[in-house]
Each structure stands twice: as structure tokens, then as C-alpha cells.
């Protein structure tokens, strides 16, 4: 059952996912990918979903804070039986002041910034989230630090995530794609389109979704890893689907990202770039294309690509730590080892001022992940896609969504 107002009414969720001055650019329709946080408003979007299908109302507002005299709460009509759910970084959560306030983390190394006197007070991760009633992390990974920092009401509630019905393939095959190149491909007649790349082309693709200046995906090591693999004598293809804004950055810029941003040279036709917007059914469809999701990054939040890709009966490579350490089993993908080592200020921006761990790999670990998939054969990996899928379901179906909020909103509103 529900929580109900004395009215008999179903409580209302209030919903804050906009972030400060950054609130116009989330308002249109279309969703820019590469623009700041945008992975936020996907999460939000998700709880959101989870939540009208599970029976509350939602209503999504900018400020929660500023609802404190008896006229806005009139306006809004909000009762003692509401709640409020912040999906936002730390440094941008504010609470809804007389509700019980539910503060969504998702933070991806097991240390937290405790500030320092010349930085604003919200960049206290600790002493933000204790103001939470209660604090949904995404994975155990982020519970279990939480914890152990003192703040013993983190809970595990990440938001619902369904599988996506793959729809037609026409916007991924009109995708503009490049390969590996050794130098800056910004002549226009260099690019192609990812249908004529990948026209005639057999062997087995993987696919890895990232947004190239994020460090923590590790780029550079994961095409290390990729060309270390194929000098190894295994044929395959990586798609690398590039998340980028299109504007500022293009599929022509990628190369000299590489350049300039790793050092990164190295020309290979088994290496193939594709960027632009793909609506969900699109990037299902783009996934369809793919035998094996691959990626190496040295932190996760949540790796929101990976669970989706998982969800499509697809088998996953990816790095043993962090979340996807929390929600996969050790027989639920192929794991690329790895180990801790002091993360400086292109992995996170607080290092200067504490010290934060993530967990590399080497492209000599990545190369073996490959190379241990891509001998598997059909039965072992039809095996190998089942169990993940059952591990992600299990963890973010609808289902136990709802089981966990309903428990948490009797707890919190009792």
C-alpha cells in the first residue's frame, strides 16, 4: 500500500534534479549528450518513471528550498505526507525543508571531501548528505563507504532501469564515424558513415560508450589494451560510441583529443568512432550491432551504458571495482583485473586538497579480458550474457524498486 494523506490521497514525490543556474539547457526537449552533468537528468528521469509506475504522483521543481512560508506550500499543495528526492552532485543538493528529504549519491571512489576553509561549505560531501533523512546510493559500493564514513542511513535504491526494445537501425547506420587515425582528422571527406564502415565487415564487434574527456574511462589504456589484443592475432572490431555534444566538439575532433589530450598516435582500422544523438530504441539498435560491451574505467557510479547493454542480452567485459564490482557476481562478466593507486586531479578534481584512490588497469589486463571473450564459444557466451542479465535485473528491476521505496517511505513518513 501506498503512504496516503489524511485526505486519502497518494503521497506526493517532489522531484529536484535541476541544477542551479545550469537549469535552462535542461529544460529542452532534446537532451544534449557531453553537455555537464547531463547523466543526472537520465538518472532522474529514471527514478521518475520507476516512481509514477510504482503508484506516486511526481512533481518536479527547481528550488527546493525556497518552499518554506505557509502561502508556497498552499500554492504547491504540499502536505506532511510528501517526500522529496534530490538526484543532483553533492555540491548542488539542497533540502525541502518540514519533508522527509531522500538524497540520491552516487559517488564512485570510497573516500569523501570533507572541505576545506577557502572552498563553499556545499562541497562537504559528509556534511551535505547528513542532512538527508535518508541517502539512496546506486550501488553497495557507495552504501557500504558511507557507512563507514559514519552516515548510517545510506541505504541501496537505485532507480528502476528497463530493457530497451531495439528499433530501427537507419539514424545508427547514417552516424558519422571515423577510424583510428595517427593525426587530426579534421578534413570533412575523411569521415564516413558507421554503415559504410562497417559494410562486409564479419568479425566480432565490441562496443564501448564514453564520453572521451572523462578520464576515468580511460581511454588511451583501453586502446592500448585494443591494439595489444589484435597484435595478439584476435580479430575484431571496437565501436566506440563517442558521447559528445556535436557542437563544440565533433566526430572530426576525436583523433586530435587523442593527440592532444593522451598523447595518444596509433592508426588502426580495427578501431571505429561513431558520435551523434540517438534516441533509446536508436541505441538499442546500435547495441544489437554488438557481440560483447567493453570498458575500463577506473571508477563507477553506476556505468549506466553497461547495465543497459547488460539488459540486452549482451555479455560484458569491464573492470573489477567499484560499482560494477557491487553488482556483478564473479561469473557475471568478464572481469578486467585491476588495482588501487592514488587518483591526481584529472581523475578527481578534490585530489589537491585529500586523497582519493580509484583502480586502473593496465592495457596488458585489458588485452587478456579480450582475449579470454573472444574464446568463448556461442554456448559460453549465450551462458556468460544470461548471468548478467540476471545480476542487473535482479539488482534494478521494477519490481524491487517498488518493494524498496514502498518499505522506505512507510519508514521515513511513519
Known amino acids: 500500500m501506498l503512504p496516503n494523506t489524511p485526505e486519502g490521497q497518494s503521497a506526493t514525490v517532489f ?5 542551479d543556474e545550469e537549469r535552462l539547457p535542461f529544460q529542452a526537449h ?3 549528450l557531453g553537455q555537464a552533468h547531463y547523466s543526472w537528468k537520465l538518472i532522474a528521469g529514471l527514478y521518475e518513471e520507476g516512481l509514477v509506475q510504482a503508484g506516486y504522483s511526481s512533481k518536479n521543481i527547481a528550488r527546493p528550498e525556497i518552499y518554506q512560508a505557509p502561502i508556497a506550500r498552499e500554492i504547491m499543495n504540499i502536505t506532511p505526507q510528501d517526500l522529496h528526492i534530490a538526484v543532483k552532485p553533492v555540491e548542488h543538493l539542497r533540502p525541502f525543508y518540514n519533508l522527509p528529504n531522500l538524497f540520491v549519491c552516487g559517488w564512485e571512489f570510497p573516500e569523501f571531501f570533507r572541505g576545506t576553509p577557502d572552498i563553499s561549505p556545499f562541497y562537504d560531501q559528509l556534511a551535505v548528505l547528513k542532512r538527508a533523512d535518508r541517502i539512496l546510493c546506486w550501488t553497495d559500493f557507495t552504501r557500504d563507504n558511507l557507512h563507514a564514513a559514519g552516515l548510517s542511513q545510506a541505504i541501496t535504491l537505485p532507480p528502476p532501469i528497463k530493457p530497451t526494445e531495439p528499433g530501427d537501425d537507419a539514424e545508427v ?3 558519422p564515424a571515423v577510424f583510428l587515425a595517427g593525426k587530426d582528422t579534421s578534413d570533412p571527406s575523411k569521415v ?14 565490441l562496443l564501448a560508450v564514453l564520453n572521451p574527456f572523462d578520464k576515468r574511462k580511460r581511454i588511451d589504456k583501453l586502446l592500448e589494451g585494443v591494439l595489444q589484443a589484435r597484435a595478439a592475432g584476435h580479430d575484431f572490431l571496437l565501436v566506440v560510441k563517442l558521447v559528445i555534444d556535436g557542437k563544440a566538439t565533433t566526430i572530426c575532433n576525436i583523433n586530435e583529443i587523442l593527440n592532444k589530450v593522451y598523447s595518444f598516435r596509433e592508426t588502426s582500422d580495427a578501431v571505429l568512432f561513431c558520435a551523434g544523438h540517438l534516441d533509446d530504441q536508436s541505441m538499442a539498435a546500435l547495441r544489437a550491432h554488438s557481440d560483447f560491451h567493453v570498458g575500463a574505467p577506473s571508477a563507477e557510479g553506476l556505468n549506466l551504458p553497461l547495465v543497459e547493454t547488460a539488459l540486452q542480452d549482451i555479455p560484458v567485459i569491464t573492470t573489477r571495482n567499484t560499482a560494477m564490482a557491487s553488482y556483478l557476481g564473479p561469473d557475471d562478466a568478464i572481469w578486467i583485473e585491476c588495482a ?4 591526481d586531479s584529472s581523475i578527481n578534481a578534490f585530489s589537491e586538497h585529500a586523497r582519493f584512490t580509484h583502480f586502473p588497469a593496465t592495457p596488458e589486463a585489458i588485452s587478456s579480458a579480450i582475449g579470454e571473450a573472444l574464446s568463448l564459444d556461442g554456448n559460453a557466451r549465450q551462458e556468460l550474457a544470461r548471468k548478467g542479465r540476471h545480476a542487473i535485473d535482479s539488482r534494478f528491476g521494477q519490481a524491487r524498486f517498488e518493494a524498496d521505496f514502498h518499505r522506505l517511505a512507510k519508514e521515513v513518513l511513519a
Open 15 to 19: 522531484l529536484s534534479s535541476l541544477l
Open 30 to 32: 532534446v537532451l544534449t
Open 173 to 175: 547506420m547514417a552516424m
Open 192 to 205: 564516413t558513415t558507421f554503415g559504410d564502415a562497417i559494410q562486409g565487415r564479419s568479425e566480432p564487434v
Open 340 to 343: 588501487p593507486e592514488t587518483a
